[in-house]
């Protein structure tokens, strides 16, 4: 049986999720992609706890790109609030292109480094 798409994505998301793991000094900046949004968060692993998060749906419509590079320069503004400038980069199974590449440049621009 052939696996879909999504499970595919699911398969690519655990491998870097093994790897990949955010602390309080150092969060993970998750991304998820819907067909509509795009989402951003910063995650301390240790705790459990979320940060701070971002996401298209209370923005101005705008294009894909737009509000991708809208959500990573507003995340990165609240890390910058919260005092954090290191961060680990989880794209969620996403390959970085599109969208995910552009909240990942936008961020950068705005301060965060990973």
Known sequence: M????EQLRKRRQHKIRARVSGTATKPRL?????STSIYAQLIDD??????????SLKMKKATGMELAK????EIAKQAFAKKIKICV???GGYLYHGRVKALAE????GGLNF
């Open 46 to 55: 240790k705790a459990g706890k979320t940060i701070a998060s971002s996401s």
């Open 70 to 73: 809208q959500v990573g320069a």
């Open 30 to 34: 998750a991304v998820f992609r819907s």
């Open 106 to 109: 936008a961020a950068r621009e």
């Open 89 to 91: 980069f989880d794209r």
């Open 2 to 5: 052939k696996a879909t798409k």
